[in-house]
């Protein structure tokens, strides 16, 4: 698949921060891509040049192979900022309308696909209400759809599923899911990682302006990981580890193990067999992108401080 | 340009559905109306029932062929009455005033009293006084053997026409009127400016709050948006006026035929009415003196450049505000101070309008919406009245400009008001 977006070196300053500095990367299309940081790391103001609304210091931005312009391409990207905003006093229907179509669409075909949405959503019976009456849940809701109705190349979701209960967000993973498979690219803002473990393929994690990860959760997991095993087994106090590996912790049935230096799990599986153990289960255990994400926060300094440029 | 069409669209919509915007556009036309009525009503209105007087003249000047009764008004002589005794009982004999002529004691000099319970209306007081005028000016022309009617005739008052030569023919200029007309338009425009600038302020403000601008300015660009709210809200403001024309057009045809004898009625209220007959003929000759055409257009133009200015500068300031609205109105009081020292020249320009103050204030790009209104019905000079014009849309060009800028980063700005030192540098920023 050919890349939708590339960003080359891209920078962004303010008066008292380097917002975003430096900083690369590629998304392909179809992608379920996560952009990862803590808070202040620069997400946001990087989302702004994407979408157009700021404009980098310098680098470049290729949107489907082309410099990035916003007249052209703002229609061929929706953008879900992180602070929901809908106009409270206007009646929903006529919103999504009005939004669809400062995206470009005609007034049939905006109708068209509002409907298909709302129908989706279970939001048929919305159209004349106003923003002011819907919980936090059903603006969200709402705010989902105004942004992928106009059927945009790339989706951009800052924190889709704050404020949602489990049945809502699911539905809206699942909406994700059908429009990534559907060819749309989703460029996915977050901190919660559990979420990102499940959704996303690809990640890059930025902090306090800068580039520090980058690759697919695959990837991540086994650069970070510590050769970590779980061993299920009835295991007798006297264990004797012969320097292959070293006990973390212990439980009634099981141990968690890390393998020593230049060791491999056969040799490991070999001398507890050996020992006249039963077991019951041996798995890897790899590093949670929590971990990942917490470990390399720590490592770059975890809080912005003022600087001057 | 079709996303800005959109834009102007929905700012208008909504306004202009809302139930607010009728019940205003209707209401204040008739609230202004139904006052001013009110008023005029109060005043040439008498009380209902006939007033019966008591006179008791101890000077004996009058006899009861001087005083002469009307339909309001009846005047009885009394004599042989203690008038501080009568004082006690002339409401229980049926009068509502009890009127008490005598000598001050000086020669020659005499006083007036009307005792009465409730104050006099102004109506009856006029009646008194013309009666008891007329009456002892009858008596002194009598005794100094003049004739009456003769003095009637050497006391006569010219009234002056002014009649204002122009291509279609002489017509009859009423001062009255063309101040009217001047100080209504310049209200008008210093009222509407304010409540639709104001507007245009509460709107971007709300947009900001509510985080909607992030979303919408991912689809059209910031000086769009601004701009779309701008006119959007700005034919609002037309649409208002266009209604009030038809409302008033549509009531000066509904009135003669609805009322048929309203003048008739006018005519007949009295010795002071009459005045009020000859005011509405001359509010109908003074209009038709005014040159309409000229005044619609100059109204509408210095309208539109006014609010357009303006709102740019409210726009930016709406832009840098969160939600707190004290941090607005600190904001607001500079750019409502030219609009209220514009309002204050157009009151003198009205009285003055060649002074030097006027022509300064009617050029001033910032005062000259209002302050031109004030000279409008006057001659102006074609070099001011086109500088003036032309300074107008200059700086609405260059404040759009200017607070376009502002207006682009404040919306996305939240947290601390920025200083008037940052905004400042946003605005000459590139």
Same mark, same amino acid.
Request: positive net charge; contains cysteine; charged residues 25%.
């Given at each position: 698949m050919k890349n939708l977006l590339e960003l080359h070196s891209v920078k962004k300053y303010f008066a008292t921060q380097k917002a975003v500095d430096d900083i690369s990367f590629e998304i392909k299309q179809g992608d379920i891509f996560g952009l990862l940081g803590p808070n202040g790391a620069g997400k946001t103001t990087l989302l702004r040049m994407i979408t157009g609304i700021f404009y980098p210091d310098s680098g470049q931005i290729l949107f489907d192979g082309k410099p990035f312009d916003p007249i052209n391409h703002a229609n061929q990207i929706g953008y879900m900022p992180e602070e929901r905003g809908l106009y409270k006093k206007m009646k929903i229907g006529e919103q999504v309308l009005y939004l669809a179509r400062l995206k470009g669409m005609s007034r049939a075909d905006a109708m068209e696909e509002i409907k298909k949405w709302f129908i989706k959503l279970e939001m048929d019976s919305w159209w004349n209400k106003k923003v002011e009456d819907l919980s936090k849940g059903m603006s969200q809701k709402l705010q989902f759809v105004t942004t992928v109705v106009h059927r945009p190349k790339l989706i951009i979701l800052d924190e889709p599923f704050s404020g949602l209960d489990p049945v809502n967000a699911n539905l809206i993973k699942d909406e994700i899911f059908a429009l990534a498979n559907n060819g749309s690219t989703i460029l996915f803002s977050t901190h919660r990682m559990e979420q990102v473990e499940e959704i996303c393929n690809q990640i890059v994690l930025v902090n306090q302006g800068k580039k520090i990860l980058d690759g697919t959760v695959r990837e991540v997991k086994q650069q970070f990981k510590k050769n970590m095993y779980r061993l299920g087994a009835i295991i007798p106090s006297s264990i004797h580890s012969d320097g292959l590996f070293e006990i973390i912790s212990r439980h009634a049935d099981e141990i968690m193990l890390k393998l020593a230096p230049e060791q491999t799990p056969n040799a490991v599986l070999a001398h507890c067999i050996q020992q006249g153990l039963q077991i019951q289960s041996f798995n890897e255990v790899l590093p949670s992108l929590n971990d990942i994400f917490l470990q390399l926060v720590e490592e770059s300094g975890p809080t912005r401080k003022f600087q001057s440029i | 340009m079709n996303k800005i069409l959109l834009v102007i669209g929905r700012e208008y919509t909504t306004r202009v559905q809302k139930k607010s915007f009728l019940m205003t556009t209707l209401l204040v036309p008739i609230v202004i109306i139904g006052f001013y009525a009110a008023i005029i009503a109060i005043a040439i209105s008498g009380s209902d029932e006939k007033q019966r007087i008591a006179v008791l003249d101890q000077s004996h000047l009058f006899d009861s062929s001087l005083l002469k009764n009307n339909e309001e008004i009846s005047f009885t002589m009394i004599e042989k009455e203690n008038p501080v005794a009568f004082i006690k009982k002339y409401k229980k004999l049926g009068y509502q005033a009890f009127l008490h002529i005598d000598h001050t004691g000086k020669a020659d000099s005499l006083e007036f009293i009307l005792h009465s319970e409730a104050a006099a209306s102004l109506q009856t007081m006029n009646t008194i006084e013309k009666n008891i005028?007329?009456?002892? #000016?009858?008596? %002194?022309?009598?005794?100094?053997? !003049?004739?009456?009617?003769?003095?009637?005739? !050497?006391?006569?008052?010219?009234? +002056?026409?002014?009649?204002?030569?122009?291509?279609?023919?002489?017509?009859?200029? +009423?001062?009255? !009127?063309?101040?009217?007309?001047?100080?209504?338009?310049?209200?008008?425009?210093?009222? &509407?400016?304010? +409540?639709?600038?104001?507007?245009? &302020? #509460?709107?971007? %403000?709300?947009?900001?709050?509510?985080r909607i601008a992030e979303v919408v300015v991912s689809s059209v660009k910031p000086f769009q948006l601004m701009m779309g709210k701008i006119i959007g809200i700005g034919a609002v403001g037309l649409t208002q006026f266009l209604i009030w024309l038809v409302l008033i057009l549509g009531m000066q045809m509904a009135i003669p035929v609805l009322f048929p004898d309203l003048l008739q009625q006018i005519n007949q209220a009295g010795v002071q009415s009459e005045e009020n007959m000859t005011m509405a003929a001359t509010v109908l000759q003074g209009m038709s003196a005014l040159p309409i055409g000229k005044i619609v257009f100059f109204f509408l133009f210095y309208f539109l450049g006014g609010y357009l200015t303006y709102a740019s500068l409210f726009a930016a300031v709406g832009s840098v505000v969160s939600e707190d609205q004290q941090e607005a109105q600190q904001l607001v009081f500079p750019i409502l101070m030219p609009i209220i020292v514009g309002f204050v020249i157009m009151t003198k320009a009205i009285n003055d309008p060649d002074s030097s103050l006027a022509v300064f204030g009617s050029i001033f790009p910032l005062t000259s919406p209002i302050v031109m209104m004030g000279r409008i019905t006057y001659q102006i000079p074609l070099g001011q009245l086109a500088l003036s014009m032309i300074l107008l849309v200059g700086s609405f060009l260059f404040f759009t400009w200017l607070t376009g800028k502002i207006y682009r980063i404040g919306i996305l700005m939240y947290g601390k008001k920025p200083s008037w030192k940052e905004m400042i540098k946003w605005a000459f920023s590139k």
């Open positions: - | 005028n007329d009456a002892l #000016r009858k008596k %002194t022309l009598l005794a100094n053997g !003049i004739d009456p009617k003769a003095f009637d005739k !050497i006391d006569q008052m010219v009234k +002056v026409q002014n009649l204002l030569e122009s291509k279609e023919g002489a017509k009859k200029s +009423v001062a009255g !009127i063309s101040y009217a007309v001047s100080f209504g338009c310049g209200i008008l425009i210093y009222m &509407m400016m304010i +409540v639709y600038g104001t507007q245009v &302020m #509460r709107g971007v %403000t709300e947009e900001k709050t509510n």
